[in-house]
């Protein structure tokens, strides 16, 4: 292979991005973190500047910011292939290990220190998705405007059952449009600082430099070339497995619905997982209600996006609807279909959009719709955090429904008492010991097992 200009070989980023990938863990703020004291810090690869400026796209971005971060950097430094080699050397162990959890899920989930762990890890990653809520509503919700935004896609999803894609389109149209009349109102979001709050100085020696790079610039016909090719790739093995299956068969299914769900991911995967487990419970029957919070609780405690949690609800759903083949089979298959159709479209938003990153990065009129659209994320995750709540502390939850109006209301009678008490303790460890997410989960799925083995045993 021709050294690369800069004269960082190959060989050397492969070592790099396979460390950052094994140390991915602690959610996008702190994959950022891990990228930015590496890249810039350590490697000198990027200068600080250059890192903000690809972030602040990634950030406008459907999909994993983190994850195409690593992927526009391995593009910089060594073209297609170290895009490629950066974004699924990123994916690859949080993959792997939500994979073999899954087997251990499906195959073992009768075994009483097995289910004790899920039973304990449930009521601590509600924690953590109400610690989500409060984290990005302190970066969005900066005034009022911002705030009647939230309100608003709360109603609407949770009341409403307004459709996630919908909510996410008028937030940033209202955004965009809002803008161009009352900018100190929408021009909430204007970008991530990755190391340290006062580390605002640049990195001036490194290796790429503030230069436009030769393979950067961008052409018409790389532009037609890259979205040909990856058109193709995510495209082609759906239209080939309805030809072959048919279009109900459960890997089109999943593909369709998730290649869908690839397209509005905006926000981080909290936006969009209230979304999916909807879907996965009330339309496909791919979960039960209370299964996709073991799903986020495997998300959480291995490396990798937390979108990566989509694994396990396709897994579980071609488990449960396998046909043909032996459920362990289907639901690997299905991991690969599902882990495909995500990532995919982040590849081709990176390979596509990155020559035009400077034009782009400019037009405040940009960040003003992702200001509206991180103001209704805010409302989506706290509709993601009751809908987990009602189904975690509660054995039943009946659906009530007055014309285009949507109740849900808890049977009382079924409050999970052990549930309520480790929700507690997660709570308190989170937010009044600042224990941290992986401790607390750890300390709860303890728990849960030793409370299911002496009680439930």
């Not at 790099?16 to 891990?34: D, E, H």
């Not at 502390?393 to 009946?398: N, T």
Request: a neutral charge; aromatic letters at 12%; hydrophobic letters at 55%.
């Amino acid at each position: 292979m021709e050294k690369p200009g800069h004269g960082v070989p190959y060989r050397e980023a492969l070592r790099v991005w396979t460390g950052i990938g094994l140390n991915s863990f602690g959610g996008p703020a702190g994959q950022i973190a891990v990228m930015h004291r590496v890249l810039v810090e350590e490697k000198r690869w990027i200068s600080e500047t250059r890192f903000l400026h690809a972030l602040n796209y990634c950030m406008l971005l459907p999909g994993p910011e983190a994850m195409q971060l690593a992927t526009y950097v391995g593009w910089l430094m060594h073209r297609t292939l170290g895009g490629l080699t950066a974004g699924i050397l990123f994916v690859l162990p949080g993959f792997l290990s939500i994979l073999a959890l899954s087997i251990l899920y499906a195959g073992f989930q009768d075994v009483g220190v097995v289910a004790g762990l899920f039973f304990g890890l449930k009521p601590a990653v509600l924690a953590v998705v109400v610690e989500a809520v409060i984290r990005i509503g302190r970066k969005a919700l900066k005034n009022r405007v911002m705030f009647s935004i939230a309100v608003l896609a709360f109603v609407a999803i949770f009341f409403f059952n307004v459709p996630f894609p919908i909510i996410v389109l008028s937030a940033g149209a209202i955004g965009f449009f809002g803008g161009m009349f009352w900018r100190e109102k929408f021009l909430v979001i204007k970008g991530h600082a990755a190391g340290s709050p006062d580390s605002t100085s640049a990195v001036v020696d490194t290796v790429l430099g503030e230069e436009m790079i030769d393979h950067a610039r961008p052409t018409a016909g790389r532009t037609t070339g890259v979205l040909a090719i990856w058109s193709l790739l995510w495209f082609g093995p759906i239209v080939l497995m309805a030809f072959l299956a048919g279009r109900d068969h459960i890997f089109v299914q999943q593909a369709t619905f998730f290649s869908k769900a690839a397209m509005v991911t905006f926000g981080g995967a909290y936006s969009v997982l209230a979304y999916v487990a909807q879907k996965a419970v009330d339309t496909y029957g791919w979960l039960n209600p209370g299964e996709m919070l073991d799903g986020l609780g495997m998300a959480e405690t291995t490396p990798g996006p937390l979108i990566q949690v989509v694994q396990f609800v396709g897994f579980m759903g071609a488990y449960r609807q396998a046909g043909d083949l032996h459920p362990m089979l289907a639901g690997l298959i299905a991991s690969v279909v599902v882990t495909w159709v995500t990532y995919v479209p982040c590849f081709l938003w990176i390979f596509l959009g990155a020559p035009y990153i400077e034009v782009l990065r400019g037009r405040e009129s940009l960040s003003c719709a992702l200001s509206g659209i991180t103001a209704a994320v805010v409302g989506v995750v706290l509709n993601l955090a009751v809908w987990f709540s009602l189904h975690t502390l509660f054995g039943a939850v009946d659906e009530v429904s007055w014309s285009v109006l949507r109740l849900y209301v808890p049977q009382w009678s079924t409050l999970r008492v052990p549930s309520l008490a480790l929700a507690m303790l997660a709570a308190v460890c989170i937010f009044r010991l600042k224990l941290g997410m992986l401790p607390t989960l750890a300390l709860c799925a303890v728990l849960g097992a030793a409370y299911y083995v002496v009680w439930e045993g």
